[in-house]
């Protein structure tokens, strides 16, 4: 607990990752607003094909694809404003072992992320299907199961893209490498629906963040924990490399 404490003292004294935090609640519900809104727009003038088509949820919840870069990042700034400021070295003597420093940077991310994700997924879901509402275009309810899947599982998927950001910021020892490496990471599903169809079908079912979102979502044939766990497990294996690194490298 002692160690995990410094962690916090040293994470919020970092006005980057408190500013960060805020950013990532705040672009949620903005996100969520401007995605239903211009969806409401589109319904109103839809065919009658295009009313059945029209995924409310899916509509609403657009903006994850943005937030999980915030995310990731927030996880990379964990490891990496240490690494810039230079007091990497100093914290690891004072801890005693790489092991517990790195797993102390692991909780403090999870404690930090996870409230973040859980504020940011809610406050989009709230301010999408409200805004759907007022706009006369179909909204989901809470008591939805797909609604509340999401709503439960999300924050989680989140979380764990904050972990895979925080393994970056150990390997690769800087900001903004970390950061451009998640960011396209993170993005390349978006970024290959140019590519051939088995090269898209194959990234959109099983790169990690896709599987996770998709199935949380329920636009996916995998189930939850196989998608889930594609995740889980990528991100596992980045801990016990960076780990490997941490623990054989200079700091």
Known sequence: MTVLGAEWTKFSSIRATMTLSLATVAASAALGFLFSNA??????????QERLDFAPLDLGMRGLFVVQLLVAALGVLVASSEYGSGTMRASVAAVGGRGRL?????????????????????????????????????????????????LL??????????????????????????VNVSTAFLLLPILS??????????????????????????????????????LVGFVAVMLIVAYVQFKNRDA
């Open 39 to 48: 969806s409401a727009r589109q319904y109103a003038t839809a065919t009658p």
């Open 102 to 150: 790195l797993a102390a940077k692991a909780g403090m991310t999870v404690l930090t992320a996870l409230p973040v994700s859980v504020a940011g997924v809610w406050l989009m879901y709230v301010a999408g299907q409200t805004t759907l509402a007022a706009g006369g275009a179909p909204y989901v309810m809470p008591g939805d199961p797909a609604a509340l899947r999401l």
């Open 153 to 178: 599982l999300g924050p989680l998927v989140f979380t764990s893209l904050a972990l895979f950001g925080l393994a970056l910021g150990f390997l690769l020892r800087g900001t903004a490498p970390a």
């Open 193 to 230: 629906t140019a590519s051939p169809a088995p090269v898209r079908d194959f990234i959109s079912a099983y790169w990690p963040n896709m599987a996770a979102f998709q199935t949380v979502s329920g636009t996916s044939e995998l189930p939850v924990w196989v998608g889930s766990g594609i």
